[in-house]
């Protein structure tokens, strides 16, 4: 099997994603000693050969889905943050468009349930 990404994307993505610790750019650039925007066109490159893996969380991001899992209010998570209400709505729709957070609120009983339930034996 032919190998997609070069060893370079795949030390980017493992230094900058989510799933791997999540440094910023600026430190992956250090420790791969190349510039921002070299690491930068690498992690370009390696979206258009493997969408899959991305996008890549901001630490600000990683931080709102522990705090959202926590089930802490959006006004302590933006105070614990230092952000507004308004920036940590941004952040809040962007994690839902990509699949990452969803909704809080529990499906509660309605009597028309009691017909969807189906017992096979």
């Not at 420790?31 to 969380?57: E, G, H």
């Not at 901001?58 to 614990?80: F, K, N, T, V």
Request: net charge positive; aromatic share 8%; proline share 4%.
């Amino acid at each position: 099997m032919k190998r997609k990404l070069t060893i370079n994307e795949e030390i980017a993505i493992r230094l900058c994603h989510h799933d791997h610790g999540g440094e910023s750019i600026e430190d992956a650039a250090t420790y791969m000693d190349r510039t921002v925007k070299a690491v930068q066109r690498l992690l370009c490159s390696a979206k258009k050969k493997a969408p899959q893996m991305f996008p890549i969380l901001w630490p600000q991001h990683r931080a709102i889905l522990s705090m959202y899992d926590q089930h802490i209010s959006c006004e302590a998570i933006a105070a614990g943050l230092g952000i507004g209400l308004k920036v940590l709505e941004k952040r809040v729709t962007f994690l839902r468009e990509h699949g990452f957070l969803w909704d809080r609120k529990p499906d509660q009983y309605r009597p028309s349930m009691d017909g969807d339930v189906k017992e096979r034996f």
